[in-house]
């Protein structure tokens, strides 16, 4: 099974701050690579997909790169709403795997 | 617009067999490429995609529950069944359906609200 990390595993920032998460797969996945955010309460929202493409209607403060076993997950400006937890989550295999989670909240 | 909503009991007992109905719209899961994910999330803690079914019937299961998992298109061709057999208090969750996007990207692009369902005596 292809395990996912991600880290940090909670983070603090200001607003306007740049806030970046890494996410690493313990095999090459390519860039089947997917980014979600989650309020509480709430279902998770795909924000990235591919590794570095955005979803429609996500605002392009949101970014993500990444191939094989190493991806990054960036918020240029941080904003009052993007307040959440993220989750990567590959499909490599044909079961999708969600990494264990970065809580953001404000400092 | 897709949408999909989540339906079953809010309790179940120990041992016993666990049912959610995912009802959804605005896709047809007969369509090539479609398919429909079942997803839990333990309070706390991070999602864990249980299974999928596709447009052509074919499954799958996460390995570690594959033993205890079934899942089946329902009798409306809305809708979509799953099964979990053997419910224990760890399997406390939020059930979550989902679309699963086959291009571009496959992903998980439309969720249901959720349901949760606690195991308890």
């Known amino acids: 099974d292809i395990q996912m990390t991600q880290s940090p595993s909670s983070l603090s920032a200001s607003v306007g701050d740049r806030v970046t998460i890494t996410c690493q797969a313990s095999?090459?996945?390519?860039?089947?690579l997917n980014w979600y955010q989650q309020k509480p309460g709430k279902a998770p929202r795909l924000l990235i997909y591919?590794?570095?493409n955005l979803e429609t209607g996500v605002p392009s403060r949101f970014s993500g790169s990444g191939s094989g076993t190493h991806f990054t997950f960036t918020i240029s400006s941080l904003q009052p709403e993007d307040i959440a937890t993220y989750y990567c989550?590959?499909?490599?295999?044909?079961?999708?795997?969600f990494g264990p989670g970065t809580k953001v909240d404000f400092k | 617009q897709i949408t999909l909503q989540e339906s079953g009991p809010t309790l179940v007992k120990p041992t016993q067999t666990l049912t959610l109905t995912c009802t959804f719209s605005?896709?047809?899961?007969?369509?090539?490429?479609?398919?429909v994910a079942w997803i839990r999330q333990p309070p706390g803690k991070a999602p864990e995609c249980l299974g999928l079914?596709?447009?052509?019937?074919?499954?799958t299961y996460s390995p570690s529950l594959k033993n205890r998992l079934t899942i089946t298109k329902g009798t409306s061709k809305d809708q979509v069944v799953l099964t979990m057999t053997s419910m224990d208090p760890v399997d406390t969750a939020t059930y979550f359906c989902?679309?699963?996007?086959?291009?571009?990207?496959?992903?998980?692009?439309?969720w249901g609200q959720g349901a949760l369902v606690t195991v308890s005596s």
């Open positions: 989550q590959q499909y490599h295999n044909l079961l999708f795997t």
């Open positions: 095999q090459d996945i390519s860039n089947y």
């Open positions: 591919d590794a570095s």
């Open positions: 605005g896709f047809s899961l007969s369509t090539s490429g479609e398919g």
């Open positions: 989902a679309h699963r996007r086959g291009w571009p990207g496959r992903s998980f692009d439309y």
């Open positions: 079914i596709y447009w052509d019937d074919d499954k």
